[in-house]
């Protein structure tokens, strides 16, 4: 079958022919529909070097956003999962003994470091490729919404929602403002999100103008990038400031923008992975404001978010790639010009 493999550090990956996987113990086998093309995957392949911290040895098939149907069941899965039926896929995998994994909260493993993957498409073959195999207890059953669409969420749905969930006792009540800082595919879901779970005012930017317009689009106040955009911002809220600011860039200006723009009280949240700091001062910082970052979010979590999806609530933008064209998705998106999610569809239905 036919698979995009992340080869060796600071290369770019290829398309190329490996064997079909045979389902473990536990396991089901995939038919995948949809595999998000995700700037995590850049990480893997550009910024990454052998022997860093969280960093996957190569090769392994890229993809932890996946969306499939089930082909074959491996030994002992039990058959309420439906062969032919439409699943979404939990990517992170931990040991499942611990206590964050009992939880759902397999991201947070207790013993990811002894573990020889961190997810499906993040050292364990993902889901680029015509076939994947999965644990059967991280698929989600779809029903009759497209596997297409609905792939990236898997990251870019469940990484806001998880974020925004943990930050809902911020935004309670009236005149509360979010700020959401990239609308990027993960930022503009976010935006979706905030509007279907909020009352708050949603203010969001982001450098390009087209991005800006998409947010209008779901209800947001856009401001755009420049010297004064932190002022733009504050002004924006009578000039209090945020009560819960989304960062989903993560660069260094990103973050000291969404610090500067927290009313006291408030609550930073950094999602994107760009590598920005943040510097604290007694005297600058707001006070009993809340600096913090998450990474993905819990099985139990994408179960609400398919549901949000299938309710209509979130909409992913989507452009669609076929197999052939998997690594010029890959190119695209290095270059910027994806404005939503790109999805690969190694078996078009």
Known sequence: MRAVVFENYKEFPSLTEVPRPEPGPGEVLLRVAGAGACHSDISVYRVFEEGQPGAQKP?????????????ALGPGVSE????????????????????????GLETYCENAATMPYLAV????????AEYMTVPAHHLIPLGDADPVMAAPLADAGLTPYHAIKKALPYLAGGGRYALAIGLG???????????ALTGATIIA??????????????GAITV??????VEQIRALTGGRGVDAAF???GA???????AASMAPGGRCTVVGIAGGTHEFSFFTTPYESYVTNTYWGSVSELWEVVDMYKAGQIRPDVERFSMDEALEAYRRLEAGEVHGRAVVTPNPS
């Open 205 to 218: 930017t982001d450098v390009k103008e087209a991005a800006r317009g998409r947010a209008e689009a779901e």
């Open 252 to 258: 260094g200006p990103t973050v000291a923008t969404a």
């Open 247 to 249: 960062d989903f860039v």
């Open 80 to 103: 309420r999962i439906q062969v032919g039926a439409a699943y979404m896929v939990y990517g992170p995998i931990g040991c499942g003994q611990c206590r964050k994994c009992a939880e």
């Open 59 to 71: 090769p392994f098939v890229l993809g932890h956003e996946n969306a499939g149907w089930v082909e």
């Open 185 to 195: 595919g993960l930022g503009l879901v976010g935006v979706q999100i905030l509007r």
């Open 121 to 128: 498409g993040l050292g364990r073959d993902g889901g680029m």
């Open 224 to 229: 755009g990038a420049g010297a004064d955009q």
